[in-house]
């Protein structure tokens, strides 16, 4: 019998500029599985309305060769026979692309195996899946951890939103109620302004999660009445990425103790609406703090879309025009000893360091 052996880094604080660089020298040569959907699977219960397809899937191939460690690709029905079976190669890390699924405890699949052969699996644990793809719980809990939620709405009432219970990608999203729609899901009260999107990465500097610069949509039309649905973003209307370099510290606070909760332990992801009661949005907005009062919980996404041109990326790289932000020593050091980085290497850095550390 094979015995998997967990990963072991010794912790550090990065304060001084090859202290960065000796971690990062350390995470070479692991093995990573990169687990994904073979979109012509036929089992029952492993349905999906949404498959990552090959450009996401190659920026996590590009992201592992990034820090100098080994791939090993393999689809979900495969990854499972060689669990049981003891076949699988040593392997220090997992990925995990078992995304979309109708079913949500197959969703859950692959980190349950992991958590069964203590593997560290990114981005994060079947809990984790559970609780944050199911939007009445992750509602409930952050209407329980003093976030706002737009209150829930009769069937009468046909001025609200409605979201299916575990899609995502928005898809299923409409305005006001309709009996052909599914019961399970969430109806609403709407709120009108912008959406914004929150990244949650861990930070090796403060040795815990914190926020990347929250990005604001804001729609060409300006209506405080849009919604980024499966629709809207199809037929190429377009938006702008605004970030919002002043975050209140409450709302900082919040939004992390919120998301350890889940637990967040590498990387996640937020999606509220921030209200406004102007007839015409403004980019000015971003002007000031992203303030607690104005913010209305959506939805939290533990296993986001790491894609060129998406919002983590547009974060990512607008970090760097603020050097007073909590991820700007990080990200300026990676991009100083990684020839060619990505946020999907910086991602996949932090991650590693993140589960090494823990207690998995």
């Given at each position: 019998m094979r015995i998997l052996k967990k990963p072991i880094i010794n912790w550090f604080i990065v304060k001084q500029n090859d202290t960065f660089e000796q971690i990062l020298n350390s995470l070479r040569g692991k093995t990573i599985a990169v687990v994904y959907i073979f979109e012509k699977d036929d089992a029952l219960g492993f349905t999906h309305y949404w498959v990552w397809k090959s450009d996401i899937i190659s920026g996590w191939?590009?992201?592992?060769?990034?820090?100098?460690?080994?791939?090993?690709?393999?689809?979900v029905?495969?990854?499972?026979?060689?669990?049981?079976?003891?076949?699988?190669?040593?392997l220090d890390f997992?990925?995990?692309l078992n995304c979309?699924?109708?079913?949500?405890?197959?969703?859950?699949?692959?980190?349950?195996?992991?958590?069964?052969?203590s593997i560290p699996c990114i981005p994060c644990n079947a809990v984790s899946i559970v609780a944050g793809e199911n939007k009445k719980i992750s509602n409930l809990l952050?209407?329980?951890?003093?976030?706002k939620i737009p209150k829930?709405?009769?069937?009468?009432?046909?001025?609200?939103?409605?979201?299916?219970?575990?899609?995502?990608?928005?898809?299923g999203i409409k305005r006001g109620y309709f009996n052909n729609l599914s019961k399970d899901g969430i109806y609403q009260e709407f709120i009108p302004g912008y959406d914004i999107t929150i990244p949650i990465v861990y930070n090796p500097n403060i040795e815990d999660i914190d926020l990347f610069l929250p990005i604001l949509y804001l729609p060409n039309s300006l209506d405080p009445d849009w919604i980024y649905n499966d629709e809207e973003k199809m037929s190429n209307n377009g938006l702008t990425y605004l970030p919002f370099h002043?975050?209140?510290?409450?709302?900082?606070?919040?939004?992390?103790?919120?998301?350890?909760?889940?637990?967040?332990?590498?990387?996640?992801?937020?999606?509220?609406?921030?209200?406004?009661?102007?007839?015409?949005?403004?980019?000015?907005i971003i002007e000031k703090p992203l303030e607690l009062k104005d913010l209305y919980f959506i939805e939290i996404n533990p296993m986001p879309t790491i894609e060129e041109d998406g919002s983590f990326e547009f974060s990512f790289n607008a970090i760097l025009s603020n050097e007073n932000h909590c991820f700007y020593y990080c990200i300026k050091k990676y991009r100083e000893i990684i020839e060619k980085p990505t946020v999907n290497g910086f991602l996949l850095s932090c991650s590693m360091i993140s589960l090494s550390t823990a207690k998995y």
């Open positions: 191939l590009n992201a592992i060769q990034e820090l100098n460690c080994v791939p090993f690709i393999l689809d029905r495969t990854f499972m026979q060689k669990a049981s079976n003891y076949s699988l190669p040593h997992v990925i995990n979309g699924s109708t079913e949500l405890s197959s969703m859950s699949l692959v980190p349950s195996i992991c958590s069964f052969l952050a209407h329980a951890m003093n976030l829930i709405l009769e069937t009468t009432n046909n001025k609200g939103i409605y979201r299916p219970l575990n899609l995502g990608s928005s898809i002043k975050v209140e510290e409450k709302t900082r606070k919040e939004l992390i103790n919120f998301s350890r909760v889940f637990p967040i332990q590498t990387f996640g992801r937020i999606d509220a609406r921030v209200k406004s009661d102007d007839k015409i949005l403004s980019a000015n």
